[in-house]
């Protein structure tokens, strides 16, 4: 039996297969097009764990968290003025409730970096994501052959996209210098089985490349939940956004405690 991953994955290979735009036509304008703000410089430059904060109406593990009509604008809206230092955006349809129009709506309504998560094995989904707003593109390590992660990546860079590179295992880390990763991602779910262990990020941090900004994905259920992942940039958040019936106020909690993680481990080292 197949696991949700390979199922995803084989899901977006099929519609790559029957989508019949090219690459040419995709390309045409595409460097007049002003790049978005840095998502690896954004979380750099935050003063402690940044959030990013996440949109995504639903999730193959949990279900719907918000109607499906749930505006992307007002939501991440709020998720900027609260202080999240990027946005995410999911954009795949059956599996999560999303569209790029979504990210594109969100693009027009907030200045910061903008993520296009979804589960990309074709080209072409790079030049849409740029076209549509994006800043970074996620590549999941899990999902693709070592020589796709190289070739998706190279033509990211070359459309002036980031690339976030999702790993779970310290074995695909190999992968972040054939992608020149921006971004390291460790997302503590299994996207095989959906079980999340809150240790895998802290486990893998000493051995994350010194040049990517490195962020920890998956499972944090609120504030509580962020001292454990001190050491990382930054800290990507999606379900405790979604659920939240006051999305300024649950955003601006996680990003008050980002930062004070932060100043709790300079204390430590400085008695
Ligand atoms: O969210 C899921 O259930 C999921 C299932 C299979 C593949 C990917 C999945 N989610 C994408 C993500 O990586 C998360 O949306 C993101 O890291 C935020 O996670 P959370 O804060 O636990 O919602």
Redesign the pocket.
């Known amino acids: 039996m197949a696991d949700?991953?390979t199922d995803?994955v084989a899901y977006h290979r099929r519609r790559a297969a029957l989508d019949d735009e090219s690459f040419t036509s995709l390309l045409a304008g595409l460097d007049a097009i002003e790049p978005r703000p840095s998502l690896r410089s954004a979380l750099l430059a935050s003063a402690g764990l940044g959030v990013v904060a996440?949109f995504?109406r639903r999730?193959?593990?949990?279900g719907w968290f918000v109607e499906p009509e749930t505006d992307v604008a007002t939501r991440v809206s709020a998720y900027e003025r609260a202080g999240a230092v990027a946005v995410?955006v999911?954009t795949d349809t059956p599996?999560?409730g999303g569209t790029l129009a979504d990210l594109e709506r969100a693009a027009q309504h907030v200045e910061l970096p903008i993520v296009r998560?979804d589960f990309i094995v074709d080209a072409r989904e790079l030049l849409r994501a740029r076209r549509a707003g994006a800043s970074a593109v996620l590549l999941i390590a899990a999902a693709l052959q070592p020589e796709e992660v190289a070739s998706l990546a190279g033509v990211a860079h070359d459309v002036g996209l980031e690339v976030l590179l999702?790993i779970h295992e310290l074995s695909e880390l190999e992968l972040a210098e054939l992608a020149a990763a921006d971004v390291v991602?460790v997302?503590?779910?299994d996207?095989t089985s959906?079980r999340?262990d809150t240790d895998r990020a802290r486990r893998v941090l000493a051995a994350l490349p010194p040049g990517a900004a490195r962020l920890a994905?998956?499972?944090?259920r609120g504030p509580d939940d962020l001292a454990g992942l001190v050491g990382f940039d930054g800290v990507?958040?999606?379900?405790?956004?979604?659920r939240a019936r006051d999305p300024y106020a649950t955003v601006r909690a996680l990003v008050e405690r980002g930062a004070s993680v932060h100043q709790d481990l300079r204390h430590h080292e400085s008695v």
């Open positions: 949700y991953l995803i996440e995504k999730s193959p593990s949990k995410s999911l599996h999560f998560k999702e991602g997302n503590q779910r996207l959906f999340v994905e998956s499972g944090v990507l958040i999606g379900e405790a956004c979604m």
